[in-house]
């Protein structure tokens, strides 16, 4: 006998090609495989069952760089690391290039991602196209069909708004419960449990409405009334209840096999007794099984720590269904429905940040500590179309592939930018006019929540303490862990130095405007397939009688000596040189160049610049007499922030030294001990 497994849930992407820099990795590839079929040797070749077409690319991907090692089987790397893409709709099943996914690489090749006036939710281009491509994503279920993305949004409109008015899903909600929306029936008892749960201002039983969704499935049932009927409990049987995706001999996977030891000890326990040797027994019979972990916190307090204590008594949590059983029959239901609740679980844990992941691209979701939730005018356009969701969160899309407009999807009258912003920000038409009309009031609104997430996230010392870690580049992933892994180091260090700068200009300035990168809903770094100029322009209005009204050009870069001195003298002079010339009114322009070790020629040729002519080189009658670069190191800038020195403070520092003579090495050991001294 054999009892077909039927998924409960489901995921965006493969958990095979789980991957950080998402955005990045998609663009390179999309360029990859641009390149790819336009090699003559593979243009006319099918992708599917191809083995020899797949380890090429998969070749092309080591000599890209993309890849390092050496996989078992190319091929199947090869189909992996693409997966993602076709389900995005940005490649076909053979991996050609559909209309949507060239573009994404049009938007990543033009490497201008600021939105545009088409763009009502004022997205990132490519973040306005993943939203399109993820409202369009369709899968497959049972006898019908889920649109994962357009769940996520029908449920988030659905539920019920706390005392404040937001309206968001816990991280548990979105773990535990959002994945198990797989149809109308099941997604409206959800909806209603999650908002009884609101209204009664108690945390929602998570574990019972995993439980009570499982078991209204057929498989779940018959499994159970056969765990139940029977006269003895064997290994057979318990595999045969544990309904695994991969079968294995006579169609039953073995899997849970080691989970009749877990049976026997707990049925022990409950029946005979409990003791410590018995505790122990349990724990150890856990050893061979998966999710051990999972099990030991269902057992046993959670303040317990990582290794549990000698007297296990002294921890065990005796309020659970299988403790509390009093006849066979109960300890049966209780023991079958923690081993399926245990195993969904760990499967949501796995599947929560492909996603996070995923969801993350549109730059519409709000991923904090504690909750899931919309951004402003993605909330406000949710709730305007939220009749559409209800009715299309269980349909077919066939448009995936097609590049087509907003409107062609959502085939509802679509809400104007004035009507979001009026909905989003409670303002009235004429306030939002009078605050300085519609983008006016988004930055204000949007610079509300940055300055919570900076100080919250990002405090000085915070700052400070990841200046020294890239500085010493001894544990990359640790940075990114701080801040976020959607984006490479040298793209945080820009981002952090941006931060620190904001610091020293005591928080005045438009500076996620300033910084010459893609932020994402959170505001949070994205490494771009092209990769983003080390380069903010920081514009200072006139400040008398401290300064003229000025731009500062911030270069930023983790190159080192020869790489230094090769990468960065002739761009950032020459930055400077065209931002001179492109506006000739602002003469007390200038640059910092930040790295983390400063290479002694590299301070000589920027000293030198003070006396160079730089020329335009389509006309020489225009040039530049000389330019003012003043460059530092991480431990200058870490220094100024413990100093809380301030803008007028630096710029009156950077003038004196700027104008001072004398040998490039001794110049900036002054200027250092200036800094160290102020």
């Known amino acids: 006998m054999a009892i077909s497994y039927k998924s409960y849930c489901w995921v965006v992407g493969t958990t095979s090609f789980r991957t950080g820099e998402l955005n990045r990795k998609i663009e390179d590839q999309l360029g990859f495989l641009d390149e790819f079929w336009a090699d003559r040797r593979f243009a006319a070749q099918p992708w599917s069952e191809n083995d020899p077409v797949q380890r090429a690319y998969y070749k092309l991907l080591k000599e890209k760089g993309f890849v390092t090692g050496d996989a078992l089987r190319p091929e199947k790397d090869a189909r992996e690391k693409t997966s993602g893409l076709v389900e995005l709709g940005l490649l076909n099943p053979e991996r050609r290039l559909t209309g949507a996914g060239r573009k994404v690489l049009a938007i990543s090749r033009a490497g201008d991602f600021k939105t545009d006036a088409s763009n009502i939710l004022d997205l990132p281009k490519d973040s306005y196209q993943y939203f399109?491509?993820?409202?369009?994503?369709?899968?497959?279920?049972?006898?019908?069909?889920?649109?994962?993305?357009v769940t996520f949004l029908h449920l988030l409109n659905k539920v019920a708004p706390d005392g404040a008015n937001r309206k968001y899903l816990t991280t548990s909600e979105f773990t535990n419960l959002l994945p198990m929306c797989v149809d109308a029936i099941t997604t409206k008892a959800i909806i209603e449990t999650i908002n009884a749960a609101r209204r009664s201002g108690r945390p929602i039983d998570v574990d019972s409405t995993i439980v009570s969704v499982l078991m209204r499935m057929e498989n779940y049932r018959e499994a159970l009334a056969e765990f139940r009927s029977a006269r003895t409990v064997d290994e057979d049987l318990i595999c045969l209840i544990g309904m695994n995706r991969k079968s294995g001999a006579n169609g039953v996977a073995r899997y849970d096999a080691p989970y009749l030891g877990v049976f026997q000890t707990l049925h022990k326990i409950v029946f005979e007794g409990v003791t410590s040797a018995r505790l122990n027994a349990f724990v150890k019979d856990l050893d061979s099984c998966n999710r051990k972990a999972d099990w030991l916190k269902y057992f046993f307090n959670k303040?317990?720590?990582?290794?549990?204590?000698?007297n296990l008594l002294s921890v065990l949590r005796r309020d659970n269904a299988v403790l509390q059983s009093k006849t066979e029959d109960e300890f049966r239901c209780a023991f079958f429905k923690v081993m399926h609740l245990l195993k969904a679980k760990a499967t949501f844990r796995d599947y929560a940040d492909l996603n996070r992941r995923y969801f993350r691209l549109t730059d519409i979701v709000v991923f904090n500590e504690e909750v899931v939730e919309l951004d402003l005018l993605p909330k406000a356009f949710v709730t305007k179309i939220g009749g559409w969701l209800e009715m299309e969160a269980f349909r077919n899309c066939g448009l995936l592939d097609q590049d087509i407009p907003l409107e062609r999807i959502v085939t509802v009258v679509l809400p104007q930018k004035e009507e979001l912003v009026v909905a989003a920000t409670g303002r009235s038409l004429e306030s939002v006019n009078a605050g300085g009309g519609i983008k006016a009031v988004l930055k204000s609104e949007r610079y509300s929540r940055f300055s919570i997430m900076l100080h919250q996230k990002f405090p000085v010392e915070t700052i400070k303490k990841l200046l020294e870690m890239v500085e010493d580049r001894a544990n990359d992933a640790e940075v990114q862990r701080l801040v976020t892994d959607n984006a490479d180091v040298p793209t945080i260090f820009e981002y952090i130095v941006g931060l620190a700068w904001y610091y020293i200009s005591g928080e005045q300035g438009d500076v996620l405007e300033y910084m010459n990168l893609s932020l994402g809903s959170d505001f949070l770094p994205k490494t771009h397939a092209g990769g983003g100029e080390a380069d903010i322009v920081w514009q200072y209005s006139a400040n008398p009688p401290h300064y003229d009204r000025h731009a500062l050009l911030i270069e930023v870069t983790l190159a080192e000596r020869d790489s230094q001195r090769r990468m960065e003298m002739e761009p950032v002079?020459?930055?400077?040189?065209?931002?001179?010339?492109?506006?000739?009114?602002?003469?007390?322009?200038?640059?910092?160049?930040?790295t983390t070790n400063l290479d002694l020629n590299v301070i000589s040729d920027y000293r030198g610049k003070k006396h160079q002519t730089f020329y335009d080189p389509s006309d020489r009658t225009r040039h530049i007499d000389g330019m003012k670069i003043m460059p530092i190191d991480t431990k200058m800038l870490r220094r100024m922030l413990e100093r809380r020195l301030e803008y007028s403070t630096v710029y009156k520092m950077f003038d004196d030294h700027f104008n001072r003579e004398g040998d490039p090495a001794s110049w900036h050991d002054d200027l250092r001990a200036a800094i160290d001294s102020e």
């Open 132 to 149: 399109l491509q993820l409202l369009k994503a369709t899968k497959p279920f049972e006898d019908g069909y889920v649109r994962p993305f």
């Open 303 to 310: 303040g317990m720590g990582r290794r549990l204590p000698k």
């Open 573 to 594: 002079s020459r930055h400077m040189g065209y931002y001179l010339l492109a506006h000739p009114t602002e003469q007390h322009s200038y640059c910092t160049f930040a």
